[in-house]
């Protein structure tokens, strides 16, 4: 079974610049989340989709992040314009659905922001 | 807020020892745990997990204890091998939900296996 993929797997830009991440998840995971990880500490959870609705997206800063997943498959999170404290790698993960807990993680991808 | 956290940034094992890594977490009310391995450069990967109407579970050389008395969580790895060599997290859910449910991640602990 393939995992959950990501790319870019890496990702330099300057403050003030645009960039977009995707994440194409299992096949049959109806849940699919977006995590931002600081260098040093757990992952936090940015926002997360039942098939193609939002179902928490508290945490995630509005002003500048976007995330879609239009067709309830792959996803595409946005950082617009990306501030220095966005170098991160950022994870997407995936889980069946209701009643199944357990998350599996794609690899990352690691943004740096000069 | 609720919180989860751990009590060691990193742990040196000698290979061949068993670890063992804690974990406090905050929510009284959480109902399902996870332990996630994190190897350099790739994503979290689940080890065992446990829900909070258990006090014990074990997997292939892993163990997992819940204490909700205390509000601590441990994993116990069986004879240490290099390759256990990486950070571990623990994640907490809150009360389980029909939909909605999100793991809150701890700091994670770094273990290094020593040969």
């Known amino acids: 079974e393939a995992g959950v993929a990501q790319s870019p797997r890496y990702k330099i830009i300057e403050k003030r610049q645009s960039v977009a991440f995707w994440c194409n998840p299992i096949s049959g995971h109806a849940t699919l989340y977006w995590y931002q990880q600081i260098l040093g500490q757990g992952p936090k959870l940015l926002i997360q989709f039942q098939n193609n609705g939002v179902v928490d997206d508290s945490q995630l800063p509005k002003d500048r992040f976007s995330a879609e997943r239009l067709k309830g498959v792959d996803s595409t999170l946005k950082i617009q314009p990306a501030k220095l404290e966005d170098s991160a790698v950022y994870l997407c993960a995936s889980s069946l659905g209701t009643g199944h807990y357990e998350q599996y993680f794609g690899p990352g991808t690691r943004l740096t922001v000069t | 807020g609720e919180s989860v956290g751990l009590h060691l940034p990193t742990l040196s094992v000698q290979e061949g020892d068993n670890s063992i890594i804690n974990c406090a977490y905050s929510?009284?009310?959480?109902?399902?745990f996870i332990w996630y391995k994190q190897e350099s450069g790739k994503g979290p990967q689940f080890i065992i997990d446990i829900r909070s109407n258990m006090d014990k579970r074990q997997g292939q050389r892993v163990t997992v204890l819940l204490n909700k008395t205390v509000k601590h969580l441990s994993l116990q790895i069986a004879a240490t091998q290099p390759g256990d060599s990486a950070v571990y997290f623990c994640?907490?859910?809150?009360?389980?939900?029909?939909?909605?449910?999100?793991?809150?991640f701890g700091g994670g602990t770094r273990v290094l296996v020593k040969p």
């Open positions: 994640a907490e859910m809150g009360a389980i939900k029909a939909a909605g449910n999100k793991l809150t």
């Open positions: 929510n009284s009310a959480s109902d399902y």
